[in-house]
């Protein structure tokens, strides 16, 4: 099977300064991907790159298709979370469905049960017909997963989508991540909650300065010594019966 | 919705007739409208036929302009703001009017008069879009605004004031205002064409304005080729603006009430809003134009200034609301 | 200073005695005396202006620029001011105001009473039919019959139909009320140059069908807009006008 990401020595400046320097990386199906890093490593530059929203150099698999392909291909969440309408609930998660409307058409019973779908994972399903920019900030927050998750793609990318959230929503989201990947689905996520991408992440892409440092499994990654020279923290790391957990402990 | 645009719709052709049936000459609603299907040869069949049929078509499809212009703009900046003539893209268009007719362009060629008023639009809408950012800020949408709005405005009476025409001076009041006083067949033969095409453009973007909802980011990585909404929202505002402008001046605030008042009716979904705003603009500006003809019916007021009245004290109110966001 | 008492004051003076008219004076629009004030240096009506002329008399109009008149008052310069004539009886007066101001009273009456046997010549046939007509200018202005242009018409033998209007004196017509009342002659005047949209008025196709369904008239402005001997010449066009109307 061909992967949903290949990036080959993606590379995207700002002014002369590489943001994203050379990352070349593959992402299969079924995977949960965690993409962490500290503040300015480029880990959204990095993705919207990945996905042609921002001019670089380099290859990726995802600009070479047309826009319209590329909705197919992958979702994206951005980080900033923008709902400049009083619209409903239930009208966002369906802007999900938009490539896969032709034009002008009515959302077929298809996409109806996409949305639904995607309410319930996200628990909104109270939330329908309430208006979506007077919601508090997570509850718009996973409207807007919601939203991504609708669109059903092969990849699903999101930007910090569990900052803000309560713990309870913090876990189901990831849950949900997960539980794409039983369909074959894949998700790369940021996140800076490295407790959480240990416990639900397959694998872990450690960014620093614009560079990919590290790539592998949650234990490969979050080790003393990379943890240490990327974000300057000791760490407690313990498989339990209750699954890893991992606690940053202090500065270095 | 649909019972939405059916009231808009019946609103608005209630409006019509009454727009031909009232004016200067007492004729009854069925001696106008049989004087105007079957013309009984009548002065009042011209009296129907050459100005009050112009005028009430042109009422319906410059409010249908504005009022879908507006949406479309609101749409893509993201901001309940953004209207053609608070922005200063309806000024511009009536100095590239001002200006074809001064210099004896506007006779070289039919199509003349609306293309420059087009033109001057365009630059405005390019300079608008380029200083607010494709994330209409407050702010800076309204600071930009003003600028665009002042320069066109005093470029205008300069060209009025240089004309070698002692009426032209006069004039600022009807291209800063706009009326639809007095326009003929010929306006709309030349206006019509130019704005249908913008309507065209401007209708094609609901599902890309829709997305947008969420941002630009989002928007695009929903499949919508954002450089391409852009440039059909730049020349279809331009089309219909310019050509609104060039046979009526220009007439403001239609963009902002009509959208502000149909969104909650909407969802505030803006692919709906286009299409509501373009009826509801239709109906705003044929009741704002029978106003005109029923409170000062010797005294030429402007359409212009009847909008404003309506229009002012609302930006005030939206002003208001997004305080928070412009302090 | 004044277009009007320009063209008199042409009329009137001897050789020499005039030394500038108006700029206006210059403009077929409204002047009938176009290649007579090629002789006189053209002033724009400014006071600085005329004072360096060093005039001994400056015949003005009661409306011409009231400061530049006060102004040359207060530097001692002797200024006439000359109402407008309203009415035919009017221009008679106004000949003999101009000449008794230029010294030229003999020639002034001379030419009053050319202007009074002109007069009586146009006399129209009492017999004949009269059309409705309109004077229709800019911004939809149609004129009075009580007016120097009204006289003009009804000395020509026409209706007026502001008349009707109730408009002794004149005032806006409605397009939509010109229509109804079909006159048989819409008279409208010479757009200038530039554009403007007082002029679309009389220039709206409502009118043109009007012109074009009876005769149509364009006004010579320069013989209307002032009382001078020159109205005969309109009053004398417009009545051949009304006689080609029956033919």
Redesign the interface.
Known sequence: MSPLLSLDNLTAKRGDCPVVDSVSLTIGQGECVGLIGPNGAGKTTLMRAALGLMPSTGRSSLTALTSAKRAHAAAWLPQAREIAWPVTVENVVALGRTPHLPRGAKLSAADQAAVSEALAQMDLDSFRSRLANQLSGGEQARVLIARALAQQTPLLMVDEPIAGLDPAHQISTMQAFQALTEQGKSTLVSLHDLGLAARHCTRILLMSKGCLVADGTPQEVLTPKLMHDVFGISVHFEHTSEGPVFQPLGLT | MTRLMAFLAALTAALFLASLAI???AATLSQSLTALIWGDGT??T??MR???LPRALLAVAIGASLGLAGAAMQGYL?NPLAEPGLIGVSSSAALGAVLS??T?F?ATFAMALPLSALSAALVGVLLVLTLAGSRGASMTLILAGIAISAMAGALTSLALNL??????A??VV?WMMGSLA?R???HVTLAVPIMALGWLMLASL??GL??????E??A??????LKRLRLMLVLGTSCVVGAATAVAGAIGFVGLVVPHML??FV????SRLLWASAVGGAAMVLAADIAVRLIL??R?LKLGVVMALIGAPLFLHLIYKTRKELA | MNVCTDQLAMLLADEGQLLSVSSLAYDKRTSAMVEEAQGYIPNTGRAEEVFLLKPDLVIAGTYTARAAVTMLERLNIKVVTIAPASSLKEVRARILDVGAALGQTERAEALAAEFDAGLAALQPDPNARKPRAALYGANGYTVGSQTLSGEMLTAAGFINIATEMGLTHGGTLPLELLALAAPEVVITSQPYPGASRSEAVPRHPVVARMQAQAVSSKMNDGDWLCGTPFVLRAIKNLARHRERLDK
């Open positions: 004016g200067p000459a002065p009042l011209l009296i050459e100005i009050r993201r007719l001064q004896g506007a004309s070698p025409n002692p009426y032209a006069h004039e009807f007095d003929s067949m010929l609901g599902r829709d997305a947008l909802t969420l941002g980011d989002a695009a990585s929903m499949g919508i080729n969104r909650p969802g505030g979904r803006p019916p010797e030429d």
